[in-house]
């Protein structure tokens, strides 16, 4: 299996763009999660999926934010427009059920808002 | 609410000594415990964790932890660290009422040849 995958690995764009940051998850996982990682704040829950459906979006920082998972094998995060402070390292990651079997990370895309 | 906290931003230890890397956590109700490495530019990778049972969990690459329940710790060991441990260590609660983990701030493991 190939894992979690996630594109673009980097992205650097300017203020007042649309970013979408995408995921494929590993086939069968039934949970996808995304996070961000900052070095102030660590690694924050954003929001999760099951079976394509949004879960909990509670830490999704405002409305800029948005994701959607329109099928079991694709998962994007878009943020429009982008901001300075949205530069951050954003992680998929997903897993078979989130009660206690681990989840697994995707290699992050590393996005730098000028 | 959960919650993890992870005491020390780095560890230092020297090549062939016993490493630990320390974690508590709190939640209302029993815990599920894990402990992930990352590795630079890299995603968080899955180490071990603790669901119920022995309290001494064995993982992957040597790595082993210990529930304690009395002083609700999860503290990640290796009796003898390699130059290659060298990473960032993640420790993550779920209590068994929640859906989600929550993450600690992460401990900088640094081994020196």
């Known amino acids: 299996d190939a894992g979690v995958i996630q594109s673009p690995r980097h992205e650097v764009t300017e203020m007042g763009q649309e970013v979408t940051l995408r995921c494929k998850p590993i086939?069968?996982?039934?949970?996808l999660f995304w996070y961000r990682q900052t070095m102030m704040r660590g690694l924050e829950l954003l929001i999760y999926?099951?079976?394509?459906?949004?879960?909990?979006d509670s830490g999704m920082p405002e409305d800029r934010f948005s994701a959607k998972m329109p099928n079991a094998s694709f998962s994007t995060l878009k943020i429009q427009p982008s901001e300075p402070r949205d530069s951050a390292v954003y992680f998929c990651?997903?897993?078979?059920?989130?009660?206690?079997?681990?989840?697994?990370f995707g290699p992050g895309t590393r996005l730098t808002v000028l | 609410a959960q919650s993890v906290a992870q005491p020390e931003d780095q560890v230092n230890v020297a090549e062939g000594n016993p490493l630990t890397v320390k974690c508590t956590y709190s939640?209302?109700?029993?815990?599920?415990l894990f402990w992930y490495v990352q590795y630079p530019n890299r995603g968080l990778q899955f180490l071990l964790k603790?669901?119920?049972?022995?309290?001494l969990v064995k993982g992957s690459y040597g790595f082993e932890a210990e529930f304690n329940k009395s002083q609700t710790s999860f503290h990640l060991k290796k009796p003898s660290a390699l130059v290659s441990d060298s990473a960032l260590y993640f420790c993550?609660?779920?209590?068994?009422?929640?859906?989600?983990?929550?993450f600690g701030k992460g401990t900088m493991l640094l081994v020196s040849p």
């Open positions: 990651a997903s897993s078979t059920r989130t009660f206690y079997n681990e989840q697994f």
């Open positions: 086939s069968g996982h039934d949970y």
């Open positions: 999926f099951n079976n394509n459906v949004p879960i909990d």
């Open positions: 939640v209302s109700g029993n815990p599920y």
């Open positions: 603790y669901i119920t049972g022995d309290n």
């Open positions: 993550a609660v779920r209590d068994v009422r929640y859906s989600t983990l929550t």
